[in-house]
């Protein structure tokens, strides 16, 4: 045998760097598959179960709400998305979103946003977001509606006390509305 041939031989045995790169890429491919199931597990557990038992403990049937992180790996923004708006009306909104506030008291957001249908309509700084939740059951309704109100903004960072004084009142009656005074 020439040496070439046993170089040919040699070489069909083990495997080429194609297979390893296949192999390498696999890998890379399962591994990125797993972290990313794993952080949406997570965000799950850590913002969509505690939403869901509120809205399951209040039997507010007609209101969709999901809770969800605005990006994966960094977690200091949240979305709060309300897919369906029934019945139920402004008030039990406003109650479900103070009640999740307080069960996330211990992170620390830099900002809350409140869409509709996926598209942002409002937003409140992380700061409001945890003093709302940490006034819940402590204070009346009318008190902490009037804070977020006053603390509320349009997605490019205008206050919306600012362009609409009504907003205040409006928010204010749609919960009495609710709750039936």
């Not at 006034?135 to 903004?153: K, P």
């Amino acid at each position: 045998m020439t040496s070439q041939e046993e170089k040919n031989q040699r070489a069909a045995k083990r495997p080429g760097k194609r297979l390893w790169a296949a192999r390498f890429f696999v890998f890379v491919l399962a591994a990125m598959t797993a972290s990313w199931f794993g952080l949406k597990v997570y965000s799950h557990k850590k913002l969509q179960e505690p939403l869901d038992n509120i809205l399951e403990e209040a039997g507010i049937g007609q209101l969709q709400v999901s809770a969800r992180y605005e990006r994966l790996l960094k977690r200091d923004n949240v979305i709060f998305d309300v897919r369906a708006f029934g019945k139920p009306g402004a008030g039990a909104l406003l109650r479900s979103f103070y009640e999740f506030a307080s069960t996330q008291q211990n992170e620390m957001y830099n900002e809350v946003k409140i869409a509709y249908r996926g598209r942002v309509v409002l937003k409140i700084d992380g700061g409001t977001f945890q003093e709302l939740g940490g006034r819940f059951g402590n204070t009346d309704m009318d008190s902490l509606n009037r804070r977020f109100a006053l603390s509320a903004q349009l997605p490019g960072g205008r206050r919306v006390v600012e362009l609409d004084h009504q907003f205040l009142a409006r928010l204010l009656n749609a919960a009495k509305r609710a709750r039936g005074r």
